[in-house]
Protein backbone atom coordinates (compact mmCIF):
# COMPACT_ATOMS: atom_id res chain seq x y z
CA UNK A 1 0.00 0.00 0.00
CA UNK A 2 2.40 2.53 -1.14
CA UNK A 3 -0.12 5.56 -0.79
CA UNK A 4 -1.04 4.70 2.30
CA UNK A 5 -4.57 4.25 1.09
CA UNK A 6 -6.52 1.60 -1.35
CA UNK A 7 -9.76 0.93 -2.88
CA UNK A 8 -10.25 -3.09 -1.63
CA UNK A 9 -12.90 -3.05 -4.71
CA UNK A 10 -10.71 -1.79 -7.29
CA UNK A 11 -8.47 -4.88 -6.22
CA UNK A 12 -11.15 -7.70 -6.88
CA UNK A 13 -12.38 -5.94 -9.61
CA UNK A 14 -9.43 -6.29 -11.29
CA UNK A 15 -8.53 -9.81 -10.73
CA UNK A 16 -11.98 -10.57 -11.49
CA UNK A 17 -11.49 -8.88 -14.95
CA UNK A 18 -8.60 -10.77 -15.54
CA UNK A 19 -10.48 -13.77 -15.02
CA UNK A 20 -13.51 -13.51 -16.95
CA UNK A 21 -11.07 -12.36 -19.53
CA UNK A 22 -9.01 -15.74 -19.60
CA UNK A 23 -12.55 -17.81 -19.93
CA UNK A 24 -13.78 -18.80 -23.24
CA UNK A 25 -16.73 -17.06 -23.32
CA UNK A 26 -14.65 -13.83 -23.88
CA UNK A 27 -11.92 -14.76 -26.18
CA UNK A 28 -13.15 -13.04 -29.09
CA UNK A 29 -13.08 -9.55 -26.97
CA UNK A 30 -9.85 -7.71 -27.56
CA UNK A 31 -7.74 -8.06 -25.04
CA UNK A 32 -4.89 -4.98 -25.07
CA UNK A 33 -4.29 -3.42 -21.97
CA UNK A 34 -6.78 -0.47 -22.82
CA UNK A 35 -9.67 -2.35 -23.36
CA UNK A 36 -8.73 -3.97 -20.10
CA UNK A 37 -8.50 -0.93 -18.19
CA UNK A 38 -11.48 0.39 -19.84
CA UNK A 39 -13.56 -2.53 -18.76
CA UNK A 40 -12.22 -2.26 -14.93
CA UNK A 41 -12.37 1.57 -14.89
CA UNK A 42 -16.08 1.17 -16.17
CA UNK A 43 -17.00 -1.60 -13.59
CA UNK A 44 -15.52 0.29 -10.59
CA UNK A 45 -17.64 3.51 -11.95
CA UNK A 46 -20.64 1.21 -10.92
CA UNK A 47 -19.42 -0.12 -8.10
CA UNK A 48 -19.18 1.40 -4.19
CA UNK A 49 -15.85 2.34 -3.60
CA UNK A 50 -14.34 0.62 -0.19
CA UNK A 51 -11.11 2.60 0.51
CA UNK A 52 -8.72 1.18 3.49
CA UNK A 53 -5.46 2.64 5.13
CA UNK A 54 -4.26 -0.53 6.90
CA UNK A 55 -3.37 -4.31 5.90
CA UNK A 56 -5.99 -5.38 8.44
CA UNK A 57 -8.37 -3.10 6.89
CA UNK A 58 -7.95 -4.18 3.16
CA UNK A 59 -7.99 -8.22 4.88
CA UNK A 60 -10.98 -7.16 6.37
CA UNK A 61 -12.63 -5.77 4.02
CA UNK A 62 -11.78 -7.92 1.22
CA UNK A 63 -13.40 -10.87 3.44
CA UNK A 64 -16.58 -9.84 3.61
CA UNK A 65 -16.65 -8.47 0.02
CA UNK A 66 -14.76 -11.52 -1.59
CA UNK A 67 -18.39 -13.55 -1.22
CA UNK A 68 -20.28 -15.74 -3.73
CA UNK A 69 -23.07 -13.55 -4.14
CA UNK A 70 -21.04 -10.07 -4.02
CA UNK A 71 -18.54 -11.49 -6.50
CA UNK A 72 -21.88 -12.88 -8.67
CA UNK A 73 -22.72 -8.67 -8.14
CA UNK A 74 -19.58 -7.39 -9.84
CA UNK A 75 -18.71 -9.74 -12.30
CA UNK A 76 -22.14 -9.09 -13.96
CA UNK A 77 -21.11 -5.11 -14.00
CA UNK A 78 -17.82 -6.57 -15.48
CA UNK A 79 -19.12 -8.67 -18.07
CA UNK A 80 -21.94 -5.46 -19.47
CA UNK A 81 -18.54 -3.30 -19.32
CA UNK A 82 -16.53 -5.78 -21.48
CA UNK A 83 -19.94 -5.85 -23.90
CA UNK A 84 -19.85 -1.85 -23.88
CA UNK A 85 -15.91 -1.68 -24.52
CA UNK A 86 -16.09 -4.59 -26.84
CA UNK A 87 -18.77 -2.81 -28.95
CA UNK A 88 -17.01 0.60 -28.85
CA UNK A 89 -13.02 0.51 -28.45
CA UNK A 90 -11.07 3.37 -27.55
CA UNK A 91 -8.16 1.40 -28.44
CA UNK A 92 -5.73 2.80 -31.43
CA UNK A 93 -5.18 0.04 -33.89
ZN1 LIG B 1 -8.28 -3.32 -27.22
Not at 24 to 40: G, L
Request: with cysteine; glycine share 4%; charged share 25%.
Amino acid sequence: MEKGFTNVMEEIVTTLVKIAMLSPDYQTFCQCKKCRNDIISLSLNGLPNHYVTTKEGRDMVFESLNTYDNRKWINKRIISAIHLVGKYPKHVK
